[in-house]
């Protein structure tokens, strides 16, 4: 599956390091979305995107500081994060953000922060 | 709150026996979605549940909504091999999307 593809897969960096994930779809949705997902945690949405705009931001740190420059692409800039920050962050899209549609994940960026 | 718990959080099972997971909200849901996530892998849409009471059938996997829209289930019957994974709920609304714990499955071959 490529409709929602995520770059690096694989992230190690120190706390004082500033790094960005990046997310791509190519489904011609309207909606995207970052989830963290933790050993033993249920998936947790983090920020909501429609039309380049945010639309929810659940109480998450500064230290994550989303951008959308386009409906296609998504970006999760991190910088000053923490050991517990470690994490699988997953991005999604869907055709809108009613709820209503399903949404497609890509296939994750695995971070490890030491 | 808007929270939904899934049972059990994880099922070890014999090849060809029969698995169920259960979603279960305090509050009336105005729709339920079911995802898998395979071992490394990401969660993947398998269907969305909207009317009360509704039932709808993949090959061996029955999904099922309850009347009062408050909890689901997910039957897959005689497992194979290919079912490992995690099976997830999803509450749904505009800009939220709320996931289960989810249950771990495993078959034992």
């Known amino acids: 599956e490529t409709g929602v593809t995520q770059t690096p897969r694989h992230l190690v960096m120190g706390m004082t390091n500033k790094k960005s994930l990046k997310c791509e779809q190519h489904l011609g949705h309207n909606a995207m979305y970052w989830y963290k997902q933790s050993a033993k945690k249920p998936l947790e949405l983090m920020f909501v995107?429609?039309?380049?705009?945010?639309?929810e931001n659940n109480s998450v740190p500064s230290r994550f500081s989303p951008e959308c420059p386009n409906s296609s692409h998504l970006f999760l800039h991190l910088h000053t994060l923490q050991p517990e920050d470690s994490a699988l962050y997953l991005c999604?899209?869907?055709?809108?953000?009613?709820?209503?549609?399903?949404?497609?994940f890509g296939p994750g960026t695995r971070l490890t922060v030491t | 709150g808007q929270q939904v718990m899934q049972i059990p959080q994880y099922q070890h099972v014999q090849e060809g026996e029969d698995f169920t997971t259960y979603c279960n909200s305090s509050?009336?849901?105005?729709?339920i979605q079911w995802y898998k996530q395979r071992p490394g892998g990401h969660p993947v849409f398998l269907i969305q549940l909207v009317k009360s009471g509704e039932v709808k059938k993949q090959k061996r996997l029955t999904f099922q909504f309850g009347e009062a829209k408050k909890n689901s289930s997910l039957h897959i019957t005689a497992t194979q091999t290919t079912d490992v994974g995690t099976y997830f709920c999803a509450r749904s609304g505009t800009y939220k999307y709320i996931f289960g714990t989810g249950t771990r499955l495993k078959v034992l071959a």
């Open positions: 509050t009336t849901l105005s729709n």
């Open positions: 995107y429609s039309l380049e705009e945010r639309v």
């Open positions: 999604a899209s869907s055709q809108d953000p009613s709820g209503d549609r399903e949404q497609y």
